[in-house]
């Protein structure tokens, strides 16, 4: 385990069907196996989302993120639209935004996951750009409370 979830996730996650929040929380380990000193941002709201940075702020300097639905996970890459795609297997319209959906345990093994969060954290300059963290540990935030 790359570190124990912050249990606000675990109490964010309990309403979901529990083979779609142990994907959720599978596919939080595999990003902290990529990125070990990121730092969690967690919003709770009409999903369940984790935010990915080095400097605690995951809609400026984030590189991806974990986003919890009824059926599905959704890996996400904030500047996703940058990253070389040619296969086209990215998902997703918008600006910058781009994700892979993740159905199920086996999704995770596909070589494309860490293939794209290995490229997004090139792109924000890897954990060079991390702050100062009391205690010199990766720290998890709440930037939303649940409704």
Same mark, same amino acid.
């Not at 989302?49 to 400097?55: D, K, L, N, Q, R």
């Given at each position: ?41 967690? %919003? ?12 605690? @702020?995951?809609? @400026? ?9 009824? $059926?599905? %996970? ?20 918008? @600006? ?6 993740? $159905? ?44």
């Amino acid at each position: 385990m790359a570190r124990p979830p912050d249990p606000r996730l675990l109490e964010y996650l309990a309403p979901y069907d529990p083979l779609i929040a142990g994907v959720a929380l599978a596919l939080r380990e595999v990003v902290l196996e990529e990125a070990p000193e990121a730092i969690e941002s967690l %919003v709770n709201g009409y999903a369940v989302a984790i935010g990915f940075s080095f400097t605690g @702020k995951p809609m @400026k300097d984030g590189f991806c993120h974990v986003v919890t639905y009824k $059926n599905c %996970v959704n890996l996400g890459f904030n500047r996703g639209a940058l990253l070389a795609d040619a296969e086209g297997i990215l998902e997703g319209s918008g @600006k910058m935004i781009r994700h892979l959906r993740i $159905n199920n345990h086996d999704d995770l093994y596909r070589p494309v996951v860490r293939r794209f969060l290995r490229a997004a954290i090139e792109q924000v300059g890897g954990p060079s750009q991390r702050v100062s963290v009391k205690g010199g540990k990766p720290a998890t935030r709440r930037i939303s409370s649940p409704r």
